[in-house]
């Protein structure tokens, strides 16, 4: 089965450091491209960054400079270092396969989620 | 950063109506346009890609068109299981953004 466990997330204050990981079974976070997205609570979705197979990452205007994307192939693990931490970066922190499709375009498609780790900033 | 904003922010229907949620973009994002569900206290869902491409699986009440700047996702007879908030992503240009949402809720 295809899964993806995200955890890490918890309490910090603000100014201080989180590392999130998503570790995945069934997929390879090498050979797939992995995102990121948040969602603060009772809002909406934010993308807030990828990591591509070959290593390319981008990232979220809000988070840059203070939030870093990675893996590790040998845990299948992917993760979020997060830095300089701000209230507004109070979320549900999900991890997400993007299933990239090249066709007439190109196509990025998050089609297999975590159930999402929770981190408070106060 | 493209600003996607999705028109209603919610709407209220009776199972079997026919429900249209638009969402436009602030400039063009060709068709790399992506729509998501997501119900209290789960991870979204993926329903549509490039703009009307149905992902596998997913049932074929649910249809998306458009390009450029405005989109349309279509639930031609809505049905219990969808009630719930849904939500357009562009991937056509970094960083990528989600419209505000549409709740749709049983009238």
């Known amino acids: 089965e295809v899964q993806l466990v995200e955890s890490g997330g918890g309490l910090v204050q603000p100014g201080g450091s989180l590392r999130l990981s998503c570790a995945a079974s069934?997929?390879?976070?090498?050979?797939?491209?992995m995102t990121w997205v948040r969602q603060a609570p009772g809002k909406g979705l934010e993308w807030v960054s990828v990591?591509?197979?070959?290593?390319?990452?981008y990232y979220a205007d809000s988070v840059k400079g203070r939030f870093t994307i990675s893996r590790d192939i040998s845990k299948n693990t992917l993760y979020l270092q997060m830095h300089s931490l701000r209230a507004e970066d109070t979320a549900m922190y999900y991890c997400?396969?993007?299933?990239?499709?090249?066709?007439?375009?190109?196509?990025?498609?998050?089609?297999?989620w975590g159930q999402g780790t929770l981190v408070s900033v106060s | 950063a493209i600003q996607m904003t999705q028109s209603p922010s919610s709407l209220a229907a009776s199972v079997g109506d026919r429900v249209t949620i638009t969402c436009r973009a602030s400039?063009?994002?060709?068709?790399?346009l992506g729509w998501y569900q997501q119900k209290p206290g789960k991870a979204p869902r993926l329903l549509i890609y490039?703009?009307?491409t149905l992902q596998s699986g997913v049932p074929s009440r649910f249809s998306g068109s458009g390009s450029g700047t405005e989109f349309t996702l279509t639930i031609s007879s809505l049905q219990p299981d969808d009630f719930a908030i849904y939500y357009c992503?562009?991937?056509?240009?970094?960083?990528?953004?989600f419209g505000q949402g549409t709740k749709v809720e049983m009238k």
């Open positions: 490039a703009a009307s």
């Open positions: 997400a396969r993007d299933t990239y499709y090249l066709q007439t375009g190109s196509y990025h498609t998050f089609d297999i």
């Open positions: 992503l562009q991937d056509y240009d970094y960083p990528w953004t």
């Open positions: 069934g997929l390879s976070v090498s050979a797939n491209y």
């Open positions: 400039r063009g994002v060709r068709d790399d």
């Open positions: 990591i591509f197979s070959g290593g390319t990452t």
